[in-house]
């Protein structure tokens, strides 16, 4: 075989235009040549509203009586204890879930929980499933573990989990099936029914085929929720064989910061094993500790969150304008995006349409679901109202 | 092929017992049973030394100063420009190195530069060598990124790398070497004379075999040097095709906070194409970014350090007693770690009989180099001077 450099699978990932990307560097060219007040940018996942004030309490706390060695020393690669035995207390108190401290591995964030747990149970050979449309890192960090993704269709009505079309594609060789509630990039809440009769279906499985299948909930987004009625079930308590991987980023406005954690549900077969395999993983991929201070930071915020509250207006501001000009938008629960049916068949095509009247839109097409566009509403309420006119514009110019 | 739960070699690295991590835990257990203060524990490389005052206050300022938002927000994947423009110049105006802000990758400390490097350039049937005795996890991070880690024997009467023996084991499948100055566990500098004759080597050989040789150097304790008249080169200049691995824990002394980076060296064949291979590498592993905070405090604080002075202290007094009780101790220029013959062959043997006397040293065959022990004076020098005449006992048990 001919020397190879560098690992072409790595390298044709660096290169990769990602489109979320690319769409936000267009806006920022853009921003320079007409102003930024006159570019609406709906790309990017990034929390607009600030961290609340208590985690800057938190750190000068912990700076002024915490000793240095201690709090920006390693802690044990699994989590500090106090850090882990204080969310496993949140966790029960808020769904009784019955997870001890030893349940709980703290990570970089969500992109690491996934990685840890991806890598810690994934075997070549074996499917990992997820269902469209998913977040397109799924893809990467899948097949970086040696594994392959199947990804099930979209249930282009409701965009709650296909499970007729899940049964139709799970196999011997499915080891785990990624799930992400709220969801990015729909914003709906996957009901209990849905999820009911989803873990319904992964038991039956498991019996079927004599082997365990786990279910990975991807959760960053659990506490951006805008509807005091809709509840998002914890997984430990509809399934036994769940990883939790959660994060931060989202709750605390902290997605810089990269802390996150794994729970390893104590229901789980041979979790012990399992538990140790997610320890091996971290090791292996070189993550050593979560960041120490954040450990204690999130551990201090716990049942905080920034003001979410912006969130819900951008949400009915922008659903309800939309849907009056003739757009069919996907109702919102949870997350920060509203996903709309493009008004013509290529996304693609409609969201360079959309440029010409400065909306920067994401097309579905690599979230495994064509014809759909992500609008990315964590950004100030101001930009929406701002946005509202060439919106209209823009379905005026489809015929709406 | 029967069905695995989880990734075996994954639960045997969660499960393999680190003989460093065993010895720190019986240290605990014995603090418990006979007091702290009598158990003198030199198994861990965490730094004692809190980190510069100007860490907490460059923290309080960007907490004043910065919108949460943009403070706490993800940065660039391959971290935050401004922070990579000032580490570069400060590279170049202490190393004349001519690196650019795109030079550098930003990452998760330096287990991650590691790991980010190695899945980026190491494929299947790749070997990459390192010289004993070395940091045991260099095997944990080359196997995990497919790789075969080929050791090369110590040269243990200076312990400077052995470059007779590299040269008989160097192949055409010889792709990276990873080396550690000063180093992990000896505390030796290699010497200018050692590098270049090793550098000389490297693209010898790249000629011979016709392809790239990368070396790898793993720099955590470049700045842990104490004598003034000791030189560490900075490997870009000496070798085009150089990585960095860098990582501010023991220069600041924020081990638990996970901030560091990788230089691809401009000199490099392809660096454009390796840069992105390191991003892919990144992104597949999981990492996103290097927190957020952290990025802008280490760029705040180049050029500053914990008070290094107290290592210089402890290693004055651990290798004067030491060598006058009889020990053969290698003289130590950097990093916190005094290497010590053992007094009998088999040192695991050696370090239970020093448990006799509260001593906790970590015997030197996890380093691939038996007959040795790794004593980490990154403690009080108060329990140095505690512990002397444990030390003098147990030589004197030896006969000495």
Redesign the interface.
Known sequence: ?A?????N????????PSVIRETFEYGNRRAQEIGRENVFDFSLG??????PES??DS??RL?DET???M?????SAIGAEPVRAAIAADINRRFDAGISAQDLYMT??A??????TL?????P?DECMTFAPFFP?YR??VE?AGAKLVTVPADTEQFQMNLAAFEKLITPNTKAVIINTPNNPTGVVFTEENLNAFCEILRNKEAEY???IYLIADEPYRELVYDDTTIVPYLTNLYDDTFVCYSFSKSL??????IGYIVVSPKM??NT?????????G????????????QRVVADNLGKTGDLSIYRKNRDLLYNALTEYGYRCIYPDGAFYLWVQALEEDANAFCMKARDYELLLVPSDSFGCKGYIRIAYCVTTEMIEKSLPAFKKLAEYYGK
């Open positions: 075989m020397f190879q450099p560098f690992q699978s790595m390298l044709a990932l660096g290169q990769a990034n929390p607009s509203v600030p961290a985690v800057h750190i000068r700076m000793d240095s060695v709090l920006h020393g390693y802690t970089c964030g992109a690491a929980s996934l990685t840890v890598h810690a149970v994934l075997c050979g890192e990467v960090f970086s004599g082997h365990v406005s902290l997605p810089g910061e990269r077969q041979q094993l399992v538990y140790a395999a997610v320890c091996g993983s090791r292996a991929l070189g993550f050593v500790c979560a960041p120490s201070m954040a």
